[in-house]
């Protein structure tokens, strides 16, 4: 429930209306790092939202559609979550409730905490815009989309970044991807791994993660180096307050 709980309490605060001054808001999550800035194509009533491709029953009809059409029709629901996400602040108060309200109902349902599992929040969310009619400008998640933009780009070099889509994410595993200019945020879920140097999130569990060492002069692509001096310059901005975990072994 941290997300929806984290939103209302961000609400509730008095930093919501002294600090939070802009219209929009972009909602990102702690594994998320801003390459550069997404355009903002929202508007008051139109929120703008990365697609997953698992977030559609179609993506396991048995199991998911009898429980989506539980709570609405399973094919006008967008297959998004709460993050990454532009969104109005007015229009972002007004779904807080629903969205932390539908995540308890959901979590609380058997049937729906077993098929909804780990991405019962995203659920909750989409579940929550579609009972309000709200319609996100959905952007495509997945590579053939990226592959159409590309050979359109082709003719037109200059403005390939502005061909693909807002709020695409880089999500590298392994040894990485190269073309980091053509993503907006770089999400650190999968583990990386290449030439006997690796990093995983899930080894920092419950700890800060050191500093991370060099990767490999030959063998690691672009977002891998990223990634590295990303994360090495947040750490150091923090100088001696951060308290790093064990190294792994």
Do not use: C
Not at 122 to 135: E, P, S
Not at 181 to 188: F, Q, R, T
């Amino acid at each position: 429930m941290n997300r929806p709980w984290s939103l209302k309490q961000l609400a509730a605060s008095p930093e919501w209306t002294s600090r939070i001054t802009e219209e929009y808001i972009f909602v990102m999550e702690t594994d998320h790092l801003l390459l550069k800035p997404p355009p903002n194509t929202a508007t008051p009533t139109s929120p703008v939202a990365f697609g997953f491709y698992y977030m559609t029953y179609k993506y396991d009809p048995p199991k998911l559609r009898p429980v989506v059409k539980r709570w609405f029709d399973p094919d006008n629901v967008d297959p998004v979550g709460p993050s990454p996400l532009i969104i109005h602040k007015a229009q972002l108060a007004s779904l807080l409730d629903p969205f932390w309200q539908l995540s308890l109902e959901l979590k609380r349902d058997k049937e729906a905490n077993v098929a909804f599992g780990w991405v019962l929040e995203m659920w909750a969310w989409a579940l929550a815009a579609a009972r309000a009619g709200v319609k996100h400008q959905v952007r495509p998640s997945r590579d053939r989309m990226l592959r159409i933009l590309l050979s359109i780009a082709e003719a037109l070099r200059s403005r390939a970044n502005e061909l693909v889509a807002v709020l695409r994410l880089a999500e590298p595993g392994g040894v990485g991807i190269n073309e980091l200019n053509l993503y907006y945020i770089y999400h650190y879920t999968f583990d990386l791994d290449v030439a006997g140097w690796k990093w995983s999130k899930r080894v920092f569990m419950g700890s800060y993660p050191p500093k991370l060492s060099d990767p490999p002069q030959r063998g690691p692509r672009q977002s891998i180096r990223t990634f590295v001096s990303m994360v090495n310059e947040a750490i150091d901005s923090f100088g001696n307050t951060w308290r790093p975990g064990p190294k792994p072994r």
